[in-house]
């Protein structure tokens, strides 16, 4: 397998949930190696991959084929034996043994290091191997832009246009049936999908794992909205937000990581129950067609810089690094600095604050009522 230029073949590894824009990565990394004569292996099914020695030769005219596709030729999977993430900052030991078997499959493959494709779990796991001596760097990927070294993850854009496209159309159908609609969005712990979405949405309401309220606080906004004649309303809800500070869950997967799910249908229950008859509510769970289809132009972009970049850093060895955009450039950062802390929404940002000068219920009523406008109001379609 060893490359009869440098002798160097670096393995890219890619594991957790697929997004748009992995390919992406994949190919610019290849294309910009390949030229400072590496080769390169893609193992599949992330870490099971690496661990059965699973894996294709990727090359030029692979990345050719693959750059604007959407999820990922490797395939990939949350769960297995290299689940290094049980939960939001919980980050679990992997079995010694399995962390040798990966070290041998490396040295026995003649794989160089590897570049390593993922969010919080995956890089998680990929430091625990930089911490063997594994030449490994990393790129973030996450739709929910929750890693904090980062400015922003690839993934994350094209999963707010899919929530912006889907609200856009809710909007119509809300406004002609006088009713709310709840826009469930994916999001994990971080509310940056949902708060993204919202805004360029020009949601009514915005609610986040990061700001809880209270279901009388809702329905206040609700009777508020509907006193001033603004019929309908849509509301988005990060699926990990909490009602009275208990997230709405199906149970832990076989890597006891919560499954976010229900949140939106369990509000309006509990809406109703308090407010019976008031209100004709609907929801949509936008659920796995977030991650689905080909990166938007943003993401493509976005996904070249780190692919190129990693490939950048790899030939320099800062190994046990990985790739983040900071104001604008693209800069190594030690792996460790990624994967301490989530990356959460606070007040202060700009993002936040713009939501809450449009007049968008982010859930703090008093706040909100002290920015909205005043004066009654037709039913204008889709307004805020």
Same mark, same amino acid.
């Given at each position: ?120 779990? @995956? ?184 692919? @190129? ?36 929404? @606070? ?38």
């Amino acid at each position: 397998m060893n490359s009869t230029k440098t002798g160097k073949t670096i393995g890219i590894v890619n594991s957790g949930g697929d997004c748009a824009g992995i390919n992406t990565v994949i190919a610019s990394a290849v294309v910009a190696g390949c030229r400072m004569g590496y080769e390169f292996v893609g193992f599949e099914l992330g870490w099971e991959g690496l661990i059965d020695r699973k894996y294709r030769p990727l090359n030029i005219e692979v990345a050719g084929q693959i750059q604007n596709l959407g999820g990922t030729v490797l395939h990939t999977t949350n769960r297995g034996r290299f689940a290094a993430k049980v939960g939001q900052n919980q980050t679990n030991q992997i079995d010694p043994s399995i962390l040798d078997a990966c070290q041998h499959s490396i040295e026995d493959l003649g794989i160089d290091g590897l570049l390593v494709i993922g969010g919080d779990g @995956t890089l998680s796991g990929a430091l625990q191997l930089a911490e063997r001596g594994v030449n490994i760097v990393g790129i973030p990927k996450s739709i929910d832009n929750d890693l904090y070294a980062t400015d922003h993850t690839f993934g994350f854009a094209s999963a707010v246009q899919v929530a912006v496209d889907a609200i856009d159309r809710i909007q119509t159908t809300a406004f002609s049936h006088n009713r709310i609609f709840l826009v469930e969005c994916m999001g994990r712990n971080a509310g940056w999908l949902s708060l993204y979405a919202g805004l360029a949405a020009g949601a009514d309401a915005i609610l986040l794992p990061e700001f809880p309220t209270s279901l009388d606080d809702i329905v206040e906004f609700l009777r508020y909205r509907r006193d001033r004649h603004r019929n309908s309303t849509i509301i988005v809800v990060s699926e990990a937000f909490e009602i009275e500070g208990k997230a709405v869950t199906q149970g832990a997967s076989l890597t006891n990581e919560v499954i976010f799910a229900g949140i939106s249908n369990e509000l309006i229950r509990r809406l109703e129950d308090m407010a019976p008859h008031e209100f004709e509510m609907r929801n949509v769970v936008l659920g796995h067609t977030q991650r689905g289809g080909s990166p938007c132009a943003e993401d493509r972009i976005l996904s070249k810089r780190f692919g @190129t970049h990693a490939m950048e850093a790899y030939h320099q060895g800062h190994f046990g690094y990985m790739v983040a955009l900071q104001n604008a450039h693209i800069r190594p950062v030690p792996i460790k600095d990624a994967v301490n802390q989530l990356k959460l929404v @606070t007040r202060q940002n700009n993002i936040y604050e713009a939501a809450r000068r449009t007049g968008i219920f982010l859930g703090d009523l008093e706040d909100y009522l002290s920015i909205a406008v005043a004066d009654d109001m037709t039913n204008i379609p889709y307004s805020v």
